[in-house]
């Protein structure tokens, strides 16, 4: 069971993928191999007054019963789509419904940009590499009890003034 998910909704409506995982809300969720995203200043040391820029975000998943789907989304251009990654702990019990990501990250006002097919993998298998652009960005992250379970949030919202 993946460790790695992705809840995708085109205003308001989730895309459907294969993931079996039960999660709190009741919505399907994509399973995913892996992410990346960044931010940086560009400045000189000690000064507060560089340009920020943020990286698209980058999701590799396996190509699934969702991928048409979200070739759609990538041809037409949609431009309401909200992104979140949740990162849930190793250990936990993925078949309870009321287990809580360790992290997460979210795009608000996203686009699928990018939409790539990559095979050539020792396994041989098809792989789908999102790119997407976005207005709006959330983290979040929580440590994990003793018990196991998710301890307090801490949040930082950022806003996207010239996405790189």
Same mark, same amino acid.
């Given at each position: 069971?993946?460790?790695?998910?992705?809840?995708?909704?085109?205003?308001?409506?989730?895309?459907?993928?294969?993931?079996?995982?039960?999660?709190?809300?009741?919505?399907?969720?994509?399973?995913?191999?892996?992410?990346?995203?960044?931010?940086?200043?560009?400045? *000189?040391? &000690?000064?507060?007054? $560089?340009?920020?820029?943020?990286?698209?975000?980058?999701?590799? !998943?396996?190509?699934?019963?969702? #991928?048409?789907?979200?070739?759609?989304?990538?041809?037409?251009?949609?431009?309401?789509?909200?992104?979140?990654?949740?990162?849930?702990?190793?250990?936990?019990?993925?078949?309870?419904?009321?287990?809580?990501?360790?992290?997460?990250?979210?795009?608000?006002?996203?686009?699928?940009?990018?939409?790539?097919? *990559?095979? &050539?993998?020792?396994? $041989?298998?098809?792989?789908?590499?999102?790119?997407?652009?976005? !207005?709006?960005?959330?983290?979040? #992250?929580?440590?994990?009890?003793?018990?196991?379970?998710?301890?307090?949030?801490?949040?930082?919202?950022?806003?996207?003034?010239?996405?790189?």
């Amino acid at each position: 069971m993946p460790d790695l998910v992705m809840l995708l909704e085109n205003a308001g409506s989730p895309v459907e993928g294969e993931s079996p995982r039960k999660h709190p809300d009741g919505k399907p969720r994509l399973d995913i191999q892996g992410w990346s995203w960044g931010q940086m200043v560009n400045s *000189v040391g &000690g000064s507060a007054d $560089g340009s920020r820029n943020f990286a698209p975000l980058t999701v590799v !998943r396996m190509a699934d019963a969702a #991928s048409a789907t979200l070739s759609s989304l990538a041809y037409n251009r949609s431009l309401k789509l909200t992104a979140c990654i949740s990162v849930f702990r190793a250990g936990g019990d993925p078949s309870a419904p009321d287990t809580g990501p360790m992290f997460e990250f979210r795009i608000e006002e996203g686009q699928l940009i990018g939409q790539y097919f *990559v095979t &050539g993998q020792s396994s $041989g298998m098809l792989t789908e590499v999102l790119v997407f652009s976005y !207005r709006k960005m959330v983290v979040n #992250s929580a440590a994990q009890q003793k018990t196991g379970m998710r301890g307090a949030v801490r949040e930082c919202l950022m806003a996207a003034t010239g996405v790189s």
